[in-house]
């Protein structure tokens, strides 16, 4: 039929079998002209269509869109002229056969649509479509058989079609413009990502990437060149459609839950109501049962929603799956193709009958298949990764979103640093899985086919090697999972906080890595052998089989290569197992925390129109549900306005009230009702890392007005000047760079500054001194404070401010005791009237009362200029207020500048600000930006990681190396040699001798080289690991001895993370990397090698090739390097903002600020997200780039085979083309190991950054001071000054006075003064700038910091706990028996308490303490210090949190136990030291006054107004 239709032969095989092969014309004028345009008509429709479905703006007309529609149009014309050609042709004869009309018809339909279809994409953002280009590529490939015919026909001089020619040859070459035209991609406007806009051919080949890779090689990147995440892949859009199919997954999970839950629950009470009899109140108390069954949910394992996420995950990602899943179902079947045409290639070298243009149609096959196989893997590795970093921002903002609304009962089991590992760990965990996730089927895909092609060449005899591979798989198996299990003991190593517990754990950690790094050695040594044990063992059996059965070349080496591919899949499977297994570990915590009960706020009521603005209901409240209420059955009225004041004792329930009422505790009966929004501010000041303007703002908008008023208010000016950059000064995590009671007043700012209806104060005026309480109280809280009108609830233990409260609520054990105003209260004569008397006596407040009248005293900002008052009591006022301004501020402005009006210090702020945003004042940022080191790593990092290995070790590692390479090439060429005997024997009688000699020595090489590699990676392992050795004992040893400014500027998170990533990167994947590094280099020299001893020729080829592969490498490690590098910069912060979320939850929530947070959290994982993506496609784009390499080495490798066929045989052939396909695979993993040294070197680069920080004294000197050194305590100062860095003002200027041995001093002075600074100043935390400290004749800077440390006891403002029991926290290094231990408890007022815990001494602390009250925490400080008996004490605010019983006890233990002691008390409430025998007042880092507390009253000074203030009128006021 076809043969009637173009009037000529259609197929005949003899055109094939001649040196000159062609193909009939009619064939390549009907088939291979339709199959081009019968893919092109097959699915223009659907693509139409898609286009009309996802349209968006037209964009604008482009010089690129008109030259190929021009050029297409020009097609048009063509195709209309052919036929215009035949059918005049037609009118003379009628022999013009039929397909001379149809083609030309049929491409003018085709070229109408293509313009359609170039015209619509004009509406899409990727102006070219994969499927034009398809056509394209296959018209090119298609015309080129029809181009060669006919030109092969002119030259024969056979010109009957000329026209027909011509046009032919016009039409092919606009077909290949336009190829070459749609491989550019066009820009578009609306966005400058250049991927979205890429044409087909750029986007498979990554060729886009290309301006980031030469940006990144001029300059390092910055996160501004980053382009930014396409919108679907964005966090929030994978969020909301990962949210949507987890609701409904969850459900169905926790239904399962409760079936299991009821299926158990009836099978117990079967078992119950056996033999009882079964009446009503029976089964009453079952549900109940039931009921608290229910509730003990985190109790059970077993209790939580299960095998939800994979689901959610699948179908949230399912199309991106589906698309992998073809690429790598097309690249697995390609790959089989290679080993068939190696057969082929070499039975064509050894036929030497063969036609040449055979061979080249193999090589060019070769190449084809091998293109396009690459193409395929990079593509599928892009999606997995893709899928990988979408998987895991889904989960990093999954748990972040959860941690918002967690409730406390789920909180309670994850520390924080478990929550943080959630989000680090286990969603890494599952990213890392994705890469593995399609190797499950394709694994078994490969060994299948696999083993069915080698059973073809080499029969049974297979079964032999297969088994081999099998039988290592299980010993590869139980090696992987005992090193999992060493690496475990690996997580847990950092916990404890003492050197010499460290060093324990780290010999310990290095003892498993040794014999880690030796078993992964035993695991590569098999992983080497199989291939050589396999290949010796299948070949001998072989040949011993049957004596027929000779080895020729194309059987040895079409196997070899099949062994090769069988080799992967089977070395990943236990690695894809190991990795099924860690990430359903982690699935199933994520599912537990994911799956958690959300926080009830059911109980708390809000309710806009209600004449309270709080009611309590009989509310119980509980933090767990095992426990009973903490809050029972309180009923309380709040009316809008007021201000109410909580007392009671330590832990009656005060928190907790307010707690209850912010909705973080579990109700058990009764509500509470809130009219309004609310203000919170907790006990301890939870402040974020960022400017001190930013924690007072909140996320509010700035109102200059308020926000000064609001500093004034809080008394935050005077801070601002003292703290350098003002209020943009940077602070540190947790606040770590401000004292107790800055951060108490900035917490109180901030909710000053939100304008709330309620506001929830817990105890903020417990860290401020007296002064400033006052201040506060009058200026914010009190009646006429800024907040006046609010609803205030008000929990506190200055029992000062009481009588200007509207109601007083007393608690006691949960309940509310008494309420009412603080004239009834003390009328009634109760409780509370007698909790005021003992604390009055206490605190000589006899007089306090009354002094309620709203003085000037307070207000001296806001007084009128100084001209406007009459003369004396100018004067008098004047007097007043400077002293007040002593005491309230750095006076460090002359007291002229004292008398400005409020007015005029707001208005020179503002200049200030204005000043400050244009420059950064010195020391203003605290928290030093992470040094992100740029361009290449030194040389010297590389020479210290060497010498760290030791050199000797490296000599025998790499001479081991060579060796085992020198085997290799040895092994290969004994290969070919002994598949040549096929030749020479013929397979008749191979001698039995010569046989036995083959395998013999074939067998040898082989153990020669898995013995050496054997050698090279136990000397590896063991020179790793004394490297990671060394680096850890310097970095250990000198962080401990860094200084305390060290740490102040430097987030702990940053110093773990070099402990722990960066070590740990050090540990196990550096010396991986090097060795793999080191493996591959020599693999490909030798590759190279054996290929040129074979065709001498093919040097040529070698060099062009090997500078075009240095170029590409030095490219991309350069840009590599910087992504790497950005990432783990980027990654960073989130980790740090979710902890400081996590640790601020209940403010969060009160303020309702979730959603900033939620947005804030997305901001980050995007910016991580794209550095990681991007450095995925640098990947990638390398790859694509070293396989085209790797595949044209193998072209010109088969190419060479096919032109000097004539010298050489069959086997050589083999031998070459069998290791240049290997060379792909190799060239790729050396690229990708070099910038993972570059990557992984960055580590060492780091750890040695941390390595040269300077140190703080030595710990011992040689200069020891004298044993029982002090024995009297006496400390004299002379003329002491003190800086805290460098680039700061003085802080201490110029201290001297003598304390007398056994003196009890009290140090006053308004925060800020420098009181704690001296403690620091006696510890010698911070270094003298200037003067002398002496204690017993000894200069305390004379001697090491150990020997000084010992000798004092500190009773610290912050009480630091560790997680570990609580012995180990009064006694680190056991020098105390257990009666010593618990008489310390008794005289600290702990002894009951301890006594009743159920583990006694071995309680568990908790990380910081957090499940201690901090009254308590502060009371194992003193028993700490009562353990020590040293002769001097220094006490620093140790009182602050404390109720005043409490704190009495306290006093009179210290008075009692350490009165043969110096002590120094630095105290905030001016009774504590009413009884020292000397007073130190101190301003502005100078003593202003100095002596005892009865001169010091009498003087009319500093200390006597700030007596004054807290109502203390002479000394004997304060007697008990």
């Known amino acids: 039929m076809l043969e009637k239709f173009c009037n000529s032969t259609f197929w005949n095989s003899s055109f094939l079998d001649s040196p000159e092969a062609d193909l009939p014309l009619c064939f390549e004028q009907t088939v291979l002209v339709w199959i081009p345009l019968g893919f092109l008509w097959l699915l223009a429709p659907w693509q139409l269509l898609h286009v009309y479905r996802t349209k968006i703006n037209r964009s604008s007309i482009t010089k690129l869109y008109l030259a190929k529609q021009v050029l297409v149009g020009f097609l048009l014309i063509l195709a209309a002229i052919e036929l215009a050609l035949v059918l005049t042709e037609d009118s003379g004869q009628a022999t013009v056969p039929a397909i001379r009309y149809t083609n030309p018809s049929l491409y003018l339909g085709t070229w109408l649509l293509v313009l359609l279809f170039q015209h619509s994409r004009l509406w899409c953002v990727q102006k070219d479509s994969w499927f034009l280009s398809l056509f394209w590529i296959l018209s090119v490939l298609c015309g080129v058989f029809q181009f060669q015919t006919l030109i092969r026909a002119l030259l024969k001089g056979n010109n009957s079609n000329l026209a027909y020619s011509c046009l032919f040859f016009i039409c092919y070459a606009l077909n290949v413009l336009i190829l070459i035209l749609s491989a550019f991609s066009e820009k578009d406007d609306s966005s400058n990502n250049p991927s979205f806009t890429a044409s087909f051919l750029s986007s498979i080949t990554f060729s886009w990437y290309d301006s980031i890779v030469l940006k990144g090689y001029k300059q390092p990147l910055t996160l501004e060149d980053v382009w930014d995440l396409d919108e679907n892949i964005k966090t929030k859009t994978l969020v909301s459609k990962f949210e949507k199919y987890m609701a409904g997954e969850l459900q169905k999970a926790r239904k399962a839950v409760q079936r299991r839950q009821r299926g158990r629950a009836q099978g117990n009470s079967r078992d119950r109501l056996h033999g009882l009899n079964k009446n009503q109140s029976q089964s009453q108390d079952i549900l109940v049962l039931e009921d608290v069954k229910k509730k003990e949910k985190s109790g059970t394992t077993e209790n939580f929603p299960k095998a939800w996420l994979v689901k959610t995950l699948f179908k949230t990602f399912y199309v991106i799956l589906l698309k992998s899943f073809l690429l790598k179902l097309m690249h697995d079947l390609l790959m089989f193709l290679n080993p068939q045409l190696l057969k082929l290639l070499i039975s064509f070298a050894n036929n030497r009958d063969a036609y040449v243009w055979v061979g080249y149609l193999y090589s060019v096959l070769f190449f084809v298949v091998a293109l396009i196989q690459s193409l395929c893997l990079q593509n599928y590795f892009q999606l997995c990764f893709m899928l990988g970093t979408g998987v895991r921002a889904t989960i990093m903002a999954s748990v972040y979103k959860k941690a918002l609304t967690l409730s406390n009962q789920s909180r309670k089991q994850y520390t924080i640093g478990e929550t943080v590992n959630l989000m680090s760990v286990d969603a890494q965990k599952l990213m890392d899985m994705t890469g593995f996730i399609h190797l499950l089927w394709s694994n078994i895909l490969q060994i299948t086919l696999c083993i069915s092609f080698l059973w073809a060449e080499l029969g049974p005899s297979v079964l032999a090697g297969v088994g081999v591979m099998v039988l290592l798989i299980p010993i590869n198996g139980i090696l992987a999972t005992k090193s999992r299990a060493v690496q475990i003991l690996k997580y847990f190593a950092w916990e404890p906080s003492f050197k010499k517990q460290v060093r324990e754990l780290r010999k310990k950690e290095l003892k498993n890595l040794l014999t880690l790094g030796q078993m992964q050695t035993i695991m590569i040594f098999f992983l080497y052998l199989s291939p050589v044990l396999v290949s010796v063992i299948t070949f001998s059996v072989y040949i011993l089989v049957n004596s027929n059965n000779v080895l020729d070349a194309e059987k040895a080496f079409t196997s070899i290569t099949l062994f090769n591919i069988l080799r992967f899949p089977l070395s990943m499977f236990p690695m894809v197992i190991t990795s099924m297994l860690q990430a359903s570990v982690s699935t199933e915590r994520l599912e537990k925390y994911l799956g958690g009960d959300d926080l009830d706020t059911s109980a708390i009521r809000h309710e806009y129109n209600f004449d309270k603005a709080v009611q309590f209901s009989e509310a119980s409240f509980t933090w767990d549900r095992d426990l009973e209420a903490t809050i029972r059955d309180v009923n309380l009225d709040i009316m809008p306005g007021q201000l109410v004041a909580v007392v009671g004792t330590v832990g009656s329930g005060k928190s907790s009230l307010m707690s209850a009422m912010l909705g973080e505790m579990e109700n058990v009966h009764g509500h509470i009702t809130i009219k309004g929004t609310i203000a919170y501010v907790p006990q301890q000041s939870w402040i974020q890392n960022g ?484 450095w995925i496609v640098s990947n990638r784009w390398l790859a694509v780039r070293l396989e085209l390499i790797g595949n044209l080495i193998v072209f010109f490798a088969s190419v060479m085979m096919v032109i000097y066929r004539d010298t050489l045989s069959g086997d050589t052939a083999g031998f070459v083309l069998s290791n240049a396909l290997n060379i792909t695979q190799t060239l790729n993993w050396l690229v990708r190991m070099t910038s993972e040294i570059e990557t992984n070197i960055v580590a060492v680069e780091r750890i040695n950054e941390y390595i040269k920080v300077e140190n703080e004294a030595p710990w011992v000197t040689d200069k020891r001071p004298p044993p029982g050194w002090p024995s009297k305590g006496e400390i004299q100062f002379n003329n002491y000054q003190l800086r805290y860095r460098p680039e700061l003002d003085l802080i201490l200027k110029g201290i001297t006075c003598d304390i007398k041995s056994m003196e009890k001093v009290g140090v006053v002075g308004r925060t800020g003064a420098g009181k704690s600074t001296l403690t620091n100043a006696l510890f010698r935390i911070l270094e003298a700038a200037g003067g002398q400290i002496i204690i017993d004749g000894v200069d305390i800077a004379s001697i090491g910091l150990h020997d000084l440390r010992e000798k004092l006891t500190i009773i610290p403002q912050d009480p630091i706990l560790f997680s570990g029991s609580l012995r180990m926290n009064l006694d680190p290094f056991n020098n105390h028996s257990d009666e010593e231990i618990w008489k310390a408890l008794e005289l600290a007022h702990l002894k009951s308490f301890v006594a009743g815990l159920q583990l006694g001494l071995s309680h568990k602390v908790t990380e910081a303490g957090d499940n201690l009250s901090i009254g308590q925490r502060q009371l194992l400080c003193l028993a700490r210090a009562l353990l020590r008996k040293s002769k001097i004490l220094i006490m620093d605010e140790a009182t602050a949190a404390v109720d005043i019983e409490t704190d009495h006890l306290i006093q009179t233990t210290i008075q009692k136990e350490f009165s043969h002691c110096t002590t120094i008390t630095i105290a905030h409430r001016l009774h504590t030291i009413m009884d020292s025998d000397k007073i130190m007042v101190l301003d502005n880092g100078k003593i202003v006054e100095y002596g005892t507390p009865n001169e010091l009253l009498k003087n009319s000074g500093p200390f006597c107004l700030m007596a004054k203030e807290a109502g203390i009128e002479n000394v004997n006021s304060t007697s008990l």
């Open 691 to 1174: 400017t001190l303007k930013d924690n007072i703002l909140f996320g509010s908008e700035l109102d200059e007005k308020k926000y000064q008023q609001v500093l004034e208010a809080c008394a935050l000016l005077p801070d601002l000047e003292v703290l350098p950059g003002g209020d943009l000064a940077e602070i540190g995590e947790k606040g770590i760079n401000l004292s107790g009671g800055q951060k108490q007043r900035i917490s109180l700012a901030r909710a000053t500054y939100q304008n709330s209806d309620i506001y929830v104060l817990d105890d903020p005026l417990s860290a401020v001194d007296a002064h400033v309480g006052k201040h506060i109280f009058n200026k914010v809280l009190g009646p006429n404070g800024l907040l006046k009108g609010k609803t205030r609830l008000l929990i506190t233990h200055s029992i000062h401010f009481l009588p200007q409260v509207d109601e007083i609520v007393v608690l006691g054990n949960g309940t509310i005791l008494e309420k009412g105003s603080y004239s009834t209260l003390l009328a009634k004569k109760g409780l509370f009237a007698k909790i005021l008397k003992t604390s009055k006596k206490q605190m000589g407040l006899e007089g306090e009362a009354t002094v309620n009248e709203d003085s000037e005293e307070d207000d001296c900002g806001l007084m009128p200029s100084v001209e406007e008052i009459p003369e004396e009591v100018a004067s008098l006022t004047m007097r007043r207020e400077n002293s007040l301004h002593r005491t309230l501020s750095h006076s460090s402005r002359s007291s002229s500048r004292h008398r400005k009006s409020l007015k005029n210090s707001l208005k020179t702020r503002n200049v200030n600000t204005l000043k400050e945003e244009e420059e950064l004042v010195k020391g203003q940022k605290l928290i030093k930006k992470e040094f992100i080191q740029t361009g290449k790593v030194k040389l010297s990092i590389y020479l210290k990681y060497l010498r760290a290995m030791g050199l000797c070790l490296i000599f025998f590692i790499i001479i081991a190396y060579v060796i085992n390479a020198v085997a290799y090439i040895g092994s290969n060429l004994w290969l070919s040699a002994w598949t040549n005997d096929s030749k020479t024997y013929n397979g008749t009688n191979y001698p039995a001798s010569q046989r036995d000699l083959r395998v013999g020595v074939y067998g040898a090489l082989g153990l020669v080289q898995g013995v050496f590699v054997l050698i090279g990676n136990l000397c590896s392992a063991r020179a790793s690991t004394h490297a990671s050795n060394i680096l850890h004992k310097q970095l250990l040893t000198n962080i401990l001895r860094a200084p305390m400014s060290f740490f102040d500027t430097t987030p702990t998170g940053r110093i773990v993370n070099r402990f722990a990533g960066d070590i740990s990167t050090v540990d196990d994947t550096l010396p991986l990397s090097l060795r793999s590094w080191l493996v591959c280099f020599l693999g490909i020299i030798s590759t190279l090698v054996m290929i040129c001893m074979a065709t001498p020729i093919f040097i040529t080829v070698i060099i062009p090739l090997g500078i075009i592969y240095t170029f590409v490498q030095m490219f991309y490690v350069a840009t590599s390097r910087q992504l790497k590098r950005l990432d783990s910069v980027t990654r960073s912060p989130i980790y740090s903002h979710f902890s400081e979320t996590v640790s601020g939850l209940s403010v969060i929530r009160a303020f309702e600020h979730q959603q900033r947070f939620l947005k804030h959290n997305e901001v980050g994982i995007d910016t991580n997200q794209k550095c990681v993506f991007s």
